[in-house]
């Protein structure tokens, strides 16, 4: 498989041979797997005080029985406040939780290494197909070869301004601007501060991101990824395949580096 070199006025350079990673087959089992167990990684042990909501003065009857009344801890004191109250257990006001998390629950998930290499390689694959990366809701119109890949001159790129100028070259302004019909949330999610949900739009794959990570940052939903840190988390965001994907010359140059035993039965095959 071949793939069209473009320029960051979005003319045709040249034509690179794609390495055996974008001949592996999509599986979409699999990367949602895959990024349902990473996604585990970054997730915060939480948990209850032992004691929480029981540390309270309340007794029950001795006697429970016999007093006309249900058996149930209530609040002593000397009168007002909360006594006579039921207090102390999973079922009255400011009582503890019937089942409480836990620290000890294990939320860390774990993959095989070569399952989740084939994960990435299947993602990395499927972002050659423009029908995968329609279905998943991006705009591509007038965009004509897939992989998208451009000149190394992009990594050198550092300003917003140069950067739209590109965006508009290479037609992918259009993604971007899609974000912003997005409707504000109500509700809960409004009243705690998240009226407005960020999508996610175009990812660029470059060998060195610093200069471009910063001239994207004004950008909605516009994400830059060093080639060698590439995720399933960042190729399908949500579990959801598959996202429009952008890579330097020298990123595929890195990405060809990636050894599996999968890769090397398909260079055989061929």
């Known amino acids: 498989m071949k793939a069209h070199t473009l320029s960051l006025v979005g003319s045709k350079e040249s034509e690179i041979e794609l390495p055996p990673v974008f001949f ?21 042990r939480q948990g209850r005080h032992p004691t929480a909501g029981m540390d309270v003065v309340a007794m029950s009857n001795d006697p429970p029985t016999g007093h006309g009344q249900a058996r149930i801890a209530r609040m002593r004191g000397g009168g007002g406040g909360r006594q006579g109250q039921a207090g102390g257990v999973a079922s009255t006001r400011g009582g503890r939780q019937a089942h409480p998390p836990i620290v000890e629950r294990v939320i860390y998930k774990k993959l095989n290494k070569k ?4 994960a990435l390689c299947s993602a990395i694959a499927a972002t050659a197909s423009k029908e995968l990366v329609e ?9 004509e070869s897939f992989p998208i890949v451009v ?8 300003t917003a301004k140069e950067m739209k100028k590109i965006l508009d070259s290479l037609k992918l302004s259009q993604d971007i601007e899609r974000l912003s019909t997005r409707k504000a949330r109500t ?13 996610k739009s175009i990812l660029f794959v470059t060998k060195n991101p610093e200069k471009l990570a910063k001239a994207c940052g ?15 988390l ?9 996202r429009l994907t952008v890579y330097s010359k020298s ?15 398909m260079v055989n095959v061929r």
């Open 151 to 158: 000149s190394d001159d992009i990594e050198s790129v550092s």
């Open 187 to 199: 509700g809960k999610s409004a009243l705690r501060g998240r009226k407005t949900k960020i999508g």
């Open 24 to 44: 592996t087959p999509f599986r979409k089992d699999l990367i949602h797997k895959a990024y349902v167990n990473l996604d585990s990684h970054r997730y915060q």
């Open 251 to 265: 990123a595929i140059d890195e990405i060809a580096k990636i050894k599996s035993t999968h890769l090397e039965l």
């Open 234 to 242: 960042d190729l399908a965001p949500g579990s959801h395949s598959i």
């Open 218 to 232: 004004s950008f909605s939903g516009v994400n830059v990824v060093a080639a060698n840190r590439l995720s399933v």
């Open 115 to 118: 399952e989740n290499t084939l």
């Open 135 to 143: 279905i998943r809701g991006h705009k591509v119109n007038g965009i």
